[in-house]
């Protein structure tokens, strides 16, 4: 099993281009999630997804899109990226809802908007 | 919502018992106490989580208090390996927003 699968592991983006970043998992896990790490801080939830056709937000959702294509797929979409959005993006799933189910993440991908 | 509160670092002897202690004053009856550790230039990992008794897993153990307000993560014989930002987090059906916190950076000292 390759776990958790993020795609890109780095990428450039300029003031107000968009892009979108790629999770899969292989564990046919039902819940996925998506936090942001700014450098020296914690993690921050941006969107989850409890179970495939839902999702919500989580602390930090404003210029964020996600979409949860199928039980292994969730997408994070920035439609028009700001230096504010530079940070380690991680992607994570659940076998069910985090609260009491141990959760697997990515490797991450490092973000930088100039 | 429930706050933890962790040391901001911690220093431990390889080989050595290391006792990571958490803080959780405001914990209500349906938080689950959550572990993960960070290593560098990783994703978090998860080490365990416990809700009212003591948990152990083949990499730590989780000692609860009685009333719920503190939680000792114990590792029990620390490697090298061990060295990372360990997070106390507090996880229930209302809160799923929570973040992490900055957590506890642990050095193991060779």
């Known amino acids: 099993n390759a776990g958790v699968t993020q795609t890109p592991k780095f990428q450039v983006l300029k003031t107000g281009q968009s892009m979108t970043l790629q999770c899969a998992q292989d564990m046919n896990h039902n819940s996925m999630y998506w936090y942001r790490q700014d450098p020296g801080m914690g993690l921050r939830l941006i969107y989850y997804?409890?179970?495939?056709?839902?999702?919500d937000k989580g602390e930090v959702p404003n210029g964020y899109n996600v979409s949860r294509l199928n039980k292994r797929e969730f997408s994070l979409r920035l439609e028009s990226a700001a230096p504010s959005q530079t940070s380690v993006y991680f992607c994570?799933?659940?076998?069910?809802?985090?609260?009491?189910?141990?959760?697997?993440f990515g490797p991450g991908t490092r973000l930088t908007v100039t | 919502d429930a706050k933890t509160t962790q040391p901001n670092s911690m220093e431990s002897n390889e080989e050595e018992p290391v006792h990571l202690p958490c803080n959780h004053s405001?914990?209500?009856?349906?938080?689950?106490i959550h572990w993960y550790r960070q290593l560098p230039s990783q994703g978090p990992e998860y080490v365990i989580h416990g809700l009212t008794s003591n948990v152990n897993n083949r990499m730590a153990s989780l000692a609860i208090a009685e009333d719920r307000k503190s939680s000792t993560l114990i590792l029990h014989r620390a490697t090298l390996r061990d060295a990372a930002v360990y997070y106390c987090i507090l996880i229930n059906f209302g809160n799923e927003k929570l973040t992490f916190g900055t957590g506890t950076r642990l050095t193991i000292i060779p």
């Open positions: 994570a799933s659940s076998e069910f809802r985090r609260i009491a189910y141990e959760q697997y």
């Open positions: 405001t914990i209500s009856g349906t938080d689950y």
């Open positions: 997804s409890a179970s495939e056709g839902t999702t």
